[in-house]
Antibody, heavy 120, light 107 residues
Framework: EVQLVESGGGLVQPGGSLRLSCAAS????????MNWVRQAPGKGLEWVAN????????YYVDSVKGRFTISRDNAKNSLYLQMNSLRAEDTAVYYC?????????????WGQGALVTVSS | DIQMTQSPSSLSASVGDRVTITCRAS??????SNWYQQKPGKAPKLLIY???ILQSGVPSRFSGSGSGTDFTLTISNLQPEDFATYYC?????????FGQGTNLEIK
């Protein structure tokens, strides 16, 4: 059974940093692109970033470029999101999601989400 | 960036109804569109990918169509468990933006 479990969320002050982790199991992690998607309270979904199977390609939404870094450790079956210079508008539930590219890209499995709250 | 404009933003319907949600891309995305369902407090669930391919395990009352810039999600014979929020997404080029969502409510 495919499982994605996020951790590392919490309360952080504006300007602070936080690192989210996503532990993957039930599939060959190194075979898949992975994504982070976030959802601010009461708002819609926002795609944040993705990373290629070997980590050689990474893409970000403009609003987080230069502040967030996506990475992965295939030996540990883990995905990460390092978030620096956090702002109030980064407050959201952050989901990790697996991308299946066999037909066209789509997120077929999602974690339960980790809440990040940026507030003083 | 490619924007996805979804309509309507909310919709009221009854059990047994047929409803259609539309999504328009700001430029042609071929068939690189996906649809997700989300219930309160839960992660999104993939329904349709590549515009019209039903994800494994999703009931056949869900269907998707379209290509280029215009896409639709149709739900036939609405069931009580279908009342949720629905999102389209383009996966043609990053950032893989979502539409703003459609909240499907019970009439």
């Amino acid at each position: 059974e495919v499982q994605l479990v996020e951790s590392g969320g919490g309360l952080v002050q504006p300007g602070g940093s936080l690192r989210l982790s996503c532990a993957a199991s039930g599939f060959t992690f190194s075979n898949y692109w992975m994504n982070w998607v976030r959802q601010a309270p009461g708002k819609g979904l926002e795609w944040v970033a993705n990373i290629k199977q070997d980590g050689s390609e990474k893409y970000y939404v403009d609003s987080v470029k230069g502040r967030f870094t996506i990475s992965r450790d295939n030996a540990k079956n883990s995905l990460y999101l390092q978030m620096n210079s956090l702002r109030a508008e980064d407050t959201a539930v952050y989901y990790c999601a697996r991308s299946d590219y066999q037909v066209l890209p789509h997120c077929d499995y999602w974690g339960q989400g980790a809440l990040v709250t940026v507030s003083s | 960036d490619i924007q996805m404009t979804q309509s309507p933003s909310s919709l009221s319907a009854s059990v047994g109804d047929r409803v259609t949600i539309t999504c328009r891309a700001s430029q042609s995305i071929n068939i690189y569109s996906n649809w997700y369902q989300q219930k309160p407090g839960k992660a999104p669930k993939l329904l349709i990918y590549a515009a019209s391919i039903l994800q494994s395990g999703v009931p056949s009352r869900f269907s998707g169509s379209g290509s280029g810039t215009d896409f639709t999600l149709t739900i036939s014979n609405l069931q009580p468990e279908d009342f949720a929020t629905y999102y389209c997404q383009q996966s043609y080029s990053t950032p893989f933006r979502f539409g703003q969502g459609t909240n499907l409510e019970i009439k």
